[in-house]
């Protein structure tokens, strides 16, 4: 494998490898197709709660499904197209929470939620759904390819899987692929409700060729902002084993867990990449500080330079062993 792949390259194997089809059809169909709005997303799909921004700390164990008040709007919208009918969630400026908004300094959600995408694609980690931003009805806002209930669950709705296959889910690759995205994007709200498993319930947990679940990342609208990220106590995350002993008792002992190579080469190549994504981000003009940008940097660096799992869990213990 060469070093460094070019972008053609490295665009071409992310678009051919990914989980939710050719992204640039996808994208196109979102960006220019005529979308039918069909209403809102909790009316119309079964199994998904009435939900919420403000929710439980969620550790990876079998749930009872938390049912939230309604913080922001999420409608899903119909693309029909002779050569593929895909739906999408449509998350509108109109509907983000604006007491949340003002709490973190944020101008809007919906750009967090475009950025998070790009992030995902850069380091080819491939969880997030195809994600743009689009003007529907006059209205603006974040649109993602969404993910049928028939394939896919989020996370709080996985009561019939066994022990043995949550201990698979809990070390699987995704999920370990799932904390990095997360550490590198300041995203303190990994709750149940913000990330869907392959799972159908007749059928159960669903696993690939490899014997591996599959994770998918949704919800990135408060994501970016260190200063947030480092001082809520809304800290979320399914993961919290690769970083501390001990989560259930939330008196956590930093644990060192090293990144396994293939993930760890998949963030040095996009780190190498810098200027791609610089350029892709200052493309979309998100809603995301300089200091915030340049602090995403230095987490990425960090995970490089230490190869192991980092949150701010064991951040100062990983500094104090490893430096
Ligand atoms: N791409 C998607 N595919 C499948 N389901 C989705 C997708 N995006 C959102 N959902 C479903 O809609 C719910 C709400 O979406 P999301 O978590 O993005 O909104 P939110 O900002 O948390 O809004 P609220 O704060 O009101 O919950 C999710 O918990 C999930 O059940
Ligand atoms: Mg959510």
């Given at each position: 494998m060469?070093?460094?792949?070019?972008?053609?390259?490295?665009?071409?194997?992310?678009?051919?490898e990914s989980r939710f089809g050719d992204h640039a059809e996808i994208l196109e169909l979102m960006n220019h197709g005529e979308p039918r709005i069909l209403g809102r997303i909790e009316d119309i799909v079964p199994l998904v709660n009435a939900h919420s921004n403000v929710v439980e700390l969620a550790e990876l164990s079998k749930h009872q499904p938390i049912v939230g008040e309604r913080v922001n709007k999420a409608e899903l919208v119909f693309f029909n197209d002779p050569k593929q009918q895909i739906f999408g969630v449509f998350k509108p400026f109109?509907?983000?929470?604006?007491?949340?908004?003002?709490?973190?300094?944020?101008?809007?959600?919906?750009?967090?939620?475009?950025?998070?995408?790009?992030?995902?694609q850069?380091?080819?980690?491939?969880?997030?759904?195809?994600?743009?931003?689009?003007?529907?009805?006059?209205?603006?806002?974040a649109l993602q390819l969404f993910m049928l209930p028939d394939e896919f669950q989020t996370g709080e709705n996985l009561a019939s899987v066994s022990d043995d296959e949550w201990e698979n889910l809990k070390n699987s690759d995704d999920m370990m692929k799932l904390h990095l995205f997360d550490y590198i994007l300041a995203n303190p709200d990994r709750a149940q409700e913000n990330y869907l498993v392959k799972y159908n319930k007749n059928s159960g947990l669903s696993l690939d060729e490899g014997n591996q679940p599959q994770?998918?990342?949704?919800?990135?609208?408060?994501?970016?902002?260190?200063?947030?990220?480092?001082?809520?106590?809304?800290?979320?995350?399914?993961?919290?084993?690769?970083?501390?002993?001990?989560?259930?008792?939330?008196?956590?002992?930093?644990?060192?867990?090293?990144?396994?190579?293939?993930?760890l080469d998949k963030i040095d190549q996009g780190q190498k990449r810098k200027d791609e994504l610089t350029a892709k981000l200052a493309a979309i003009n998100p809603d995301i500080a300089e200091h915030d940008l340049d602090a995403l940097w230095d987490r990425i660096s960090d995970l490089v330079k230490y190869g192991h799992f980092i949150d701010r869990n064991n951040r100062v213990a990983i500094h104090d062993k490893l430096a």
């Open positions: 060469p070093e460094t792949l070019t972008p053609v390259e490295y665009e071409r194997q992310d678009n051919q109109d509907g983000e929470n604006e007491e949340i908004r003002g709490f973190i300094g944020y101008q809007n959600f919906y750009t967090h939620e475009h950025a998070a995408y790009l992030v995902s850069h380091f080819g980690f491939d969880l997030v759904p195809p994600t743009t931003v689009r003007i529907i009805n006059g209205r603006v806002g994770i998918i990342a949704i919800d990135h609208g408060v994501a970016f902002s260190q200063h947030y990220y480092n001082n809520t106590e809304n800290f979320k995350g399914p993961y919290f084993h690769l970083t501390v002993a001990d989560q259930q008792s939330k008196k956590s002992t930093p644990t060192l867990t090293p990144i396994p190579e293939q993930l």
